[in-house]
């Protein structure tokens, strides 16, 4: 029964032989010239940042470097 469940799973996991992908869209560097920025708000944002709760040890580094390296620029 153990074996069965454990096979079940694996079958689960294979690998997709074929995935078709997004076939994206143009770059349209007219959104990003279109952005525009309160800066005050920004600043004043900004000099918050110092009395917030701060990274302690170094698995929060870790992860918050890991959530960087996610994100799609």
Do not use: Y
């Amino acid at each position: 029964m153990i074996e069965e469940r454990k096979r079940e799973r694996v079958k689960k996991l294979e690998p997709i032989q074929h995935i078709e992908r997004n076939p994206g869209c143009d770059f349209d560097l007219g959104w990003v010239e279109e952005v525009h920025v309160n800066r005050s708000a920004v600043e004043r944002r900004a000099s918050t940042l110092p009395g917030r709760r701060s990274v302690k040890q170094d698995w929060q580094a870790a992860w918050l470097l890991r959530a960087i390296t996610c994100i799609d620029l």
